[in-house]
């Protein structure tokens, strides 16, 4: 997913899957996030950066 | 390559096949397994084992989350929603797994309060909406997603709520492999390593299968090259005499995991002495718990449950087809009796079941055809 806003407060981000779904996403894991960024979630929560494959 | 595109590319995926080709013996029969649901799933939603040599063998591992829950586990959680006052709350392909008397969805049908969710996170914004009711997530899946359920935990820890538990069916993917190696049904030449749990128990957890099995392991993605060049490594260390664990998917999967994620287990769970996994037994050390710590949020301390083992019904073969020994078809009710619709078997019911693998991408009844 593709990270759109960062709550750093809250360890939550705004995220966007490629079919258009936007989704709250649990970053506590892989922080620091930022907008643009690509991240692996599994169940809600971000496990890993996605490495720049577009 | 750079854009997921390129990762499908037919050409490039052509052009490893050839590799693939010129490593193989002739006269050589090689089974590799691919651990992980979701390789499963891509092999056949591209027709991976359409561009490989006959002699190189597929077998499909333990790796679907729904797959392995067995029937006795589902029964306790349909008891747990019946209760009053509970809202039962669990992932969408967990609602249609059988029990011995019907799914979750057969117990919403009878009345039960259960609700599908995306995430655990989602079970906590139930229980805050609903302070009179007792809200139950039913946890499963490997290491992928038990970090969610432990975060989850530890916000519902942190925010207070005294409504919120999990009937915890997290499992951990080393024991079966192993268990699978000390198997005298199955002779494999090499895994395919699991690409998501990898990035967070990362590929250490996997050396023992070399060190102590002589046989190489590569952790590879999902998309076609990554799991044709996945195969490619495996041949290309059998061809050089090499034997070790090779990460194809560096991309994603750093070699010691996530450590954050790894943190946030050790202190949520526990390792249960054994756990039962469909068609495989009890497995020990296999299935996770909740820490002493977090006792009071555990379902299985809050409710009385029946905690019986159940058989598998005669006719589903879900247990061979987990271990590798048979091929989905090759099941007596597979696409007859049991359907992605109608599922006897849990390997029917997630879209990473080999059963349902082979039935969504047309895969009835057939031996592979020679390239």
Redesign the interface.
């Given at each position: 997913m593709t990270v759109l806003r960062v709550d750093e407060g809250r360890e939550l981000a705004l995220c966007a899957a490629d079919d258009g779904r936007h989704?709250?996403v649990?970053i506590?894991?892989?922080a620091p996030v930022r907008p643009t960024e690509r991240l692996?979630v599994?169940?809600?929560?971000a496990?890993?950066?996605?490495?720049?494959?577009? | 390559v750079r854009f997921v595109d390129e990762f499908r590319d037919a050409e490039l995926g052509r052009a490893v096949a050839g590799q693939i080709l010129s490593l193989v013996e002739p006269g050589r029969h090689y089974k590799f397994m691919e651990v992980c649901g979701g390789h499963t799933h891509s092999i056949y939603k591209y027709g991976i084992d359409d561009l490989l040599p006959a002699n190189v063998e597929l077998v499909h591992g333990p790796g679907c989350p729904v797959c392995v829950i067995p029937m006795g586990r589902v029964d306790d959680g349909i008891s747990i929603a019946h209760q009053d006052g509970v809202i039962f709350t669990c992932f969408g392909d967990m609602m249609r797994v059988p029990g011995s008397e019907g799914s979750l969805v057969d117990a919403k049908a009878a009345g039960a309060d259960i609700r599908m969710v995306y995430s655990p996170l989602d079970a906590l914004r139930i229980a805050k909406q609903n302070p009179d009711h007792e809200v139950v997530f039913f946890a499963i899946g490997f290491e992928t997603t038990a970090p969610s359920t432990a975060l989850t935990l530890k916000r519902a820890r942190t925010e207070g709520l005294r409504n919120f538990s999990v009937m915890c069916s997290h499992v951990t993917i080393v024991p079966p492999l192993r268990a699978l190696l000390e198997s005298p049904d199955l002779r494999l030449d090499g895994f395919i390593g699991p690409g998501h749990v990898s990035t967070v128990v990362g590929a250490r957890p996997f050396e023992f299968i070399p060190a102590d099995y002589g046989r190489p392991l590569v952790i590879a993605g999902f998309e076609p090259l990554d799991i044709l060049q996945a195969i490619e490594m495996i041949l290309r260390q059998l061809d050089s005499g090499r034997c070790q664990v090779e990460n194809q998917y560096k991309r994603v999967v750093p070699y010691e995991g996530n450590l954050r994620a790894l943190e946030v287990m050790a202190e949520v769970f526990t390792l249960r002495p054994h756990f039962e996994w469909r068609g495989l037994g009890f497995i020990s050390h296999s299935g996770l718990k909740l820490s002493d710590a977090y006792a009071d949020l555990d379902a299985e301390v809050r409710f009385s449950i029946p905690g019986v083992r159940v058989a598998d019904p005669k006719a589903c073969q879900c247990g061979e087809v987990l271990k590798g020994v048979i091929k989905p078809w090759e099941c007596k009710v597979f696409g007859t009796a049991c359907t992605p619709e109608r599922p006897i078997g849990t390997c029917m019911v997630s879209s990473e079941g080999a059963c349902a693998a082979y039935y969504n991408f047309g895969r009835f009844a057939r031996e592979r055809e020679v390239v």
């Amino acid at each position: 997913m593709t990270v759109l806003r960062v709550d750093e407060g809250r360890e939550l981000a705004l995220c966007a899957a490629d079919d258009g779904r936007h989704e709250t996403v649990e970053i506590a894991l892989v922080a620091p996030v930022r907008p643009t960024e690509r991240l692996l979630v599994h169940a809600g929560t971000a496990i890993a950066h996605q490495g720049g494959v577009l | 390559v750079r854009f997921v595109d390129e990762f499908r590319d037919a050409e490039l995926g052509r052009a490893v096949a050839g590799q693939i080709l010129s490593l193989v013996e002739p006269g050589r029969h090689y089974k590799f397994m691919e651990v992980c649901g979701g390789h499963t799933h891509s092999i056949y939603k591209y027709g991976i084992d359409d561009l490989l040599p006959a002699n190189v063998e597929l077998v499909h591992g333990p790796g679907c989350p729904v797959c392995v829950i067995p029937m006795g586990r589902v029964d306790d959680g349909i008891s747990i929603a019946h209760q009053d006052g509970v809202i039962f709350t669990c992932f969408g392909d967990m609602m249609r797994v059988p029990g011995s008397e019907g799914s979750l969805v057969d117990a919403k049908a009878a009345g039960a309060d259960i609700r599908m969710v995306y995430s655990p996170l989602d079970a906590l914004r139930i229980a805050k909406q609903n302070p009179d009711h007792e809200v139950v997530f039913f946890a499963i899946g490997f290491e992928t997603t038990a970090p969610s359920t432990a975060l989850t935990l530890k916000r519902a820890r942190t925010e207070g709520l005294r409504n919120f538990s999990v009937m915890c069916s997290h499992v951990t993917i080393v024991p079966p492999l192993r268990a699978l190696l000390e198997s005298p049904d199955l002779r494999l030449d090499g895994f395919i390593g699991p690409g998501h749990v990898s990035t967070v128990v990362g590929a250490r957890p996997f050396e023992f299968i070399p060190a102590d099995y002589g046989r190489p392991l590569v952790i590879a993605g999902f998309e076609p090259l990554d799991i044709l060049q996945a195969i490619e490594m495996i041949l290309r260390q059998l061809d050089s005499g090499r034997c070790q664990v090779e990460n194809q998917y560096k991309r994603v999967v750093p070699y010691e995991g996530n450590l954050r994620a790894l943190e946030v287990m050790a202190e949520v769970f526990t390792l249960r002495p054994h756990f039962e996994w469909r068609g495989l037994g009890f497995i020990s050390h296999s299935g996770l718990k909740l820490s002493d710590a977090y006792a009071d949020l555990d379902a299985e301390v809050r409710f009385s449950i029946p905690g019986v083992r159940v058989a598998d019904p005669k006719a589903c073969q879900c247990g061979e087809v987990l271990k590798g020994v048979i091929k989905p078809w090759e099941c007596k009710v597979f696409g007859t009796a049991c359907t992605p619709e109608r599922p006897i078997g849990t390997c029917m019911v997630s879209s990473e079941g080999a059963c349902a693998a082979y039935y969504n991408f047309g895969r009835f009844a057939r031996e592979r055809e020679v390239v």
